[in-house]
């Protein structure tokens, strides 16, 4: 007799039977037979069961009389396990199971950047040895998915999550030649392989009149609820709700509001919910159906037919189909150790749904969860010594369970560090650079949302503070930028410092006896947009301090508005080199109490183009000691010197001089002027000299003699006559020998008194003419004689001569 379900393997032996099966296969799940065998004889007895692992395999159901095509489940023996051995006889089980299954075996942590989901998927089955004829992909669009995160699970658990989310689905097509995986997200599955109605043919008991057709046909509704909401959020765009909804039974209950399903637009919630609401309705109405109709598969499409509730003669999706197959000998020992479900060689346990209900798969594969920390490593495309961070300030990383060769920035997208403090302006960030250790958590445990929660030392990259300096507290920078701060007792200093130019800022614990220091070997600014003020020794109780500057270039101090100085105490300033001072618009220099001392070693000019004035309330002294100049000069204005009292000018040596280009003058409005002069007096003029007296002229000669002698060194000669004019008494009186020689004409007028006494000659070379009212000529001590060479006249109303003798060699008139 043949057997209906057989067997081909090529680890089998070709006597090998088949006892039972029973399996299971479903969409989106990996199908399993428990598959029954009997081995016979030294091929049974010499199977090696463990080259049996893994081997390709078909268990087919063949009636040669039904005219119908094989039914076959294909794939590879996952396990092969000995039950019972006897006489020569030995019943092994054999799991038979896709190819896919063996992707479940796996355990792998791997990041996927900037990938579609499809890619992701193809990329997998790849890997796992899956090509091109062996699966097919029956996919709509799908946008790139920056970061996705496989962690510690398998690949078939990793890709199995995601189709779950994006409502994608996978079922099997088998044949003679192996099975093929087809994935799809839409409405088309595979049509029936007989392509006829099942017949609804209720019975019990053995009866198989009725040939291939469903038994029992039953159905299931189910309670759904009305409305599925889904938010999420997007740091990229914070101010953004991100939010989808769909209905999912207008009839239901409740809502499934669902926060953090990893979207990041309105469109994306919106699709997303609808997944899930589609993934609820696949569930409201489930139909199953028992009975011997074969070639009925998950992912197939069959219709029924003679139901007596005509509306459940329709076409529907098989999502789940439960196999028996029973060839063993009622009563056999083997039966009893199988403890079998059915006595028909064939029998089928189906669940299915409407086939026009879009087809879902449930979220039955866990997401993996991170409940507690990762570590990794700050990446980026460059070798470079800066951090590398985009326009957010977020870091490409490493993750250390990455099995990918990934690098280069590649490993990851960009991923946000966790700050101490930030807000709207305010912030803190110090930027990390490539190799830096990290740590990882993850928002609600979602190996796809990474967050850096921090920076740890390694070996590499070492902590600013261990055990040789651990009262110090460090922030520095890539760039050797610090702050420090010492913390040990007594001894408390904050440091900050730049190594650029050796730049520093010190303060607390005495350094270069100082408890602040501000250093640079470079330029420094400090720019006070307000009051800027400095306070040296005012705190209470305090000691009083000192100010010291020391500055070794030059100094530039520009203050555009007032600036008042008030020293409490003595004021010394040495200048070890030349002061120049301008002032634009003057200078106002009070001293309420004291005098002022002004020494200069060397000449002093002072030029004004302006008036100046000394007010002076007390003595005032301008020494230029040595053989030092003293000048004051002003251009294009008046010099003028006013005292309530005396001005005093004297030159201990040397020569004093006062010259003036234009008009000079000696002038005393209430009192004298004296002129004394230890030597000679000598005055020069280049034009007339004329003096003039209100009152009295009184000229004392303590000499011998008195003259006046032209620049030729003759006595002054006249060529026309000399008069003297005098408004009382002219009196000139000499004690010696008096010299008056006049060539043309000498006129003396008087209107008062004339009186010449002396001892000695007068002698005129000219004219004399003497007119005085009255006139008195007498001789002195000694003898009294004049003598004319030219007319000698007298006119006056009264004329005396006493004791004196006349001589001229002109005529003699006397008028009267």
């Known amino acids: 007799m043949t057997d209906l379900i057989t067997i081909s393997s090529s680890v089998l032996p070709d006597t090998t039977r088949v006892v039972a099966f029973r399996g299971v296969e479903a969409i989106s799940r990996t199908y399993e037979f428990e598959i029954f065998l009997s081995l016979e004889g030294e091929e049974g007895d010499g199977l090696d069961l463990g080259d049996a692992i893994g081997a390709k395999a078909q268990l087919v159901i063949d009636r040669a009389d039904d005219k119908l095509p094989p039914f076959v489940f294909a794939g590879i023996l996952a396990s092969v396990e000995l039950l019972h051995a006897v006489e020569g006889r030995s019943l092994v089980r054999a799991v038979l199971v896709p190819r896919l299954w063996l992707l479940g075996l796996s355990k792998h942590s791997r990041i996927y950047t900037k990938k579609k989901l499809p890619e992701v998927i193809e990329s997998i089955l790849e890997d796992n040895g899956l090509s091109g004829d062996d699966y097919e992909l029956r996919l709509g669009s799908y946008e790139t998915e920056e970061h996705i995160c496989q962690y510690r699970e398998s690949d078939l658990d990793f890709i199995s999550r995601w189709m779950e989310r994006e409502g994608i689905f996978y079922y099997f097509i088998h044949n003679e030649d192996g099975e093929k995986l087809v994935i799809s997200d839409g409405a088309s599955y595979e049509d029936d392989i007989i392509g006829k109605p099942v017949r609804y043919f209720p019975q019990t008991g053995q009866d198989r009149s009725a040939g291939a057709s469903f038994r029992a046909f039953t159905s299931r509704h189910r309670t759904l609820p009305s409305l599925v909401k889904l938010k999420d959020y997007d740091y990229a765009r914070p101010n953004l709700t991100i939010a989808g909804s769909a209905q999912v039974a207008s009839n239901g209950a409740g809502e499934v509001s669902l926060y953090g399903e990893r979207f990041f637009s309105a469109a994306a919630g ?273 000691p009083v301090g000192n100010k010291t500057e020391k500055v070794k270039g030059s100094v530039t101090e520009t203050f555009e508005d007032v600036k008042t100085e008030t020293v409490t105490k003595l004021v010394t300033e040495n200048y070890n080199d030349r002061q120049v001072i301008t002032v634009a618009k003057g200078q106002d220099l009070s001293i309420t109490a004291g005098g002022q001392k002004i020494g200069i070693g060397g000449g002093m000019g ?206 003699i008139q006397l008028i009267n």
């Open 270 to 542: 919106e699709r997303l919910a609808k997944l899930r609401a589609e993934e609820m309705l696949a569930r409201e109405v489930v139909y199953q159906a028992r009975g011997t109709r074969s070639h009925l598969r998950a992912g197939h499409v069959f219709e029924i037919e003679e139901h007596p509730r005509a509306a459940l003669n329709a076409r529907y999706l098989a999502v789940e189909a439960r196999h028996h197959g029973n060839q063993a000998a009622s009563g056999s020992a083997f039966q009893q150790l199988l403890d079998l479900d059915h006595d028909e060689v064939y029998f089928v346990e189906v669940e299915a749904i409407p086939e026009g209900t879009q087809f879902r798969p449930e979220a039955r594969t866990q997401w993996p969860r991170i409940y507690g920390y990762e570590n990794g490593t700050v990446d980026g495309p460059a070798d470079s010594e800066y951090a590398q961070i985009d326009d957010q300030g977020r870091y490409s990383v490493k993750f250390k369970f990455d099995e990918t060769n990934l690098k280069d920035g590649k490993a990851s997208t960009f991923v946000r560090m966790m700050q101490p403090h930030g807000g709207g302006v305010e912030g803190f960030h110090f930027p990390l650079r490539r190799n830096t250790e990290v740590v990882f958590s993850f928002l609600g445990g979602d190996p796809d949302r990474p967050v850096i929660s921090g920076v740890v030392p390694n070996a590499h990259t070492p902590s600013p503070v261990t055990s040789g300096n651990h009262t110090k507290n460090i922030i520095q920078t890539g760039g050797r930028n610090r702050l420090e701060l010492e913390d040990k007792s007594g001894q408390q200093r904050i440091t900050m410092s730049t190594p650029h130019t050796n730049s520093y800022v010190r303060m607390g614990s005495p350094n270069d006896g100082h408890t602040m220091i501000i250093h640079t070997d470079a330029a420094t600014l400090l720019d006070a947009g307000g009051d800027w003020n400095i306070e040296v020794g005012y705190h209470d109780g305090g």
């Open 606 to 811: 002072v030029a004004v183009d302006g008036g100046v004035s000394f007010n002076v309330g007390a003595g005032t002294g301008l020494a230029a000691p040595g053989n030092s100049d003293f000048n004051v000069g002003v251009t294009g204005g008046n010099f003028k010197a006013t005292t309530n009292q005396n001005i005093d000018m004297k030159a201990t040596a040397g020569t004093q001089s006062y010259v003036s280009t234009g008009k000079a003058t000696l002038k005393s409005s209430d009192g004298d002027v004296d002129i004394f002069a230890k030597g000679n007096i000598n005055v020069t003029t280049e034009g007339k000299y004329t003096g003039s007296v209100s009152g009295d002229k009184t000229t004392n000669i303590l000499g011998t003699s008195f003259k006046i002698v032209g620049s030729d060194k003759r006595e002054i000669t006249y060529g026309t006559g000399i008069t003297f004019n005098a408004n009382a008494n002219a009196n000139f009186t000499l004690a010696a020998e008096f010299n008056l020689k006049v060539g043309v004409f000498i006129d003396v007028k008087c209107s008062a008194d004339f009186t010449f006494a002396t001892g000695i000659k007068a002698e005129f070379s000219s004219v004399i003419d003497l007119r005085a009212t009255p006139m008195k000529v007498s001789e002195a001590t000694a003898g009294f004689a004049f003598m004319s060479a030219g007319v000698f006249m007298v006119q006056t109303p009264t004329l005396v001569f006493t004791g004196a003798a006349f001589m001229s060699r002109a005529a």
